[in-house]
C-alpha cells in the first residue's frame, strides 16, 4: 500500500473527465476513450510536432491515473489524501495529536476530544486507521491525529 504522503498532487478524476462519485465501471470507460484519443497509433501523420508531443504527455497522464483511480486500494488512498487536502484549505491544524489523548465513548464507538472553542474533535472506531485529519464540529480548527509506530 502507497503511503499518503507519497500520493501525487494531481486531480486524476480530472485528467479522465470524471466526477469522484463514479463508479469503476464509468472511470475504466473514460479511461479507454481517452487512450484511443490520445494513443499515438491513433494520431495523424499532418498533427504538428508540438501537438503530437501534447497527445503523449496526455497518453502518458491518462494511462497514471488509471493506475490509481482503477486500483481499489491506491484509489481509496488517494481519496483520503484529496479529502485531507480539502480540510487543509478549509481550516488551520490547531493541535497533533496521540490517539491515547482522546477520550473513548463506549456508546458511539468514537474518539473524542474537546475543542477550545467548546465544540468536539471526533473520530469513530472505524475510521481510526485512515484519518488523519480530524475537524472540530463547531469551529474551523482541526487537530491532526498521529498514530503510535
Given amino acids: 500500500m502507497m503511503a ?3 500520493m501525487p498532487k ?6 479522465l473527465g470524471a466526477d469522484p ?3 469503476v465501471s464509468d472511470l475504466k470507460q473514460k479511461y479507454q476513450k481517452l487512450l484511443l484519443m490520445y494513443h499515438p497509433d491513433k494520431q495523424s501523420t499532418a498533427t504538428p510536432a508540438e501537438t503530437l508531443e501534447e497527445h503523449r504527455q496526455k497518453f502518458i497522464e ?13 484509489r481509496k488512498e488517494y481519496d483520503l489524501q484529496r479529502h485531507e487536502d ?5 481550516g488551520p491544524v490547531h493541535a497533533h495529536v496521540y490517539l491515547e489523548e482522546m477520550s473513548w465513548n463506549e456508546d458511539e464507538r468514537s474518539f ?9 474533535y471526533s473520530v469513530c472506531e472505524q475510521e481510526v486507521a485512515a484519518t488523519g485529519l480530524v475537524p472540530c464540529d463547531t469551529c474551523s480548527l482541526m487537530v491532526e491525529l498521529l498514530h503510535n509506530s
Avoid: M, P
Fill in 62 to 74: 491518462v494511462g497514471q491515473a488509471w493506475k490509481v483511480l482503477g486500483n481499489e486500494e491506491l
Fill in 112 to 120: 473524542s476530544l474537546s475543542c477550545r472553542c467548546g465544540g468536539t
Fill in 10 to 15: 494531481k486531480d486524476w478524476y480530472g485528467v
Fill in 86 to 90: 480539502e480540510l487543509r484549505s478549509v
Fill in 4 to 6: 499518503r504522503e507519497q
Fill in 21 to 23: 462519485s463514479a463508479d
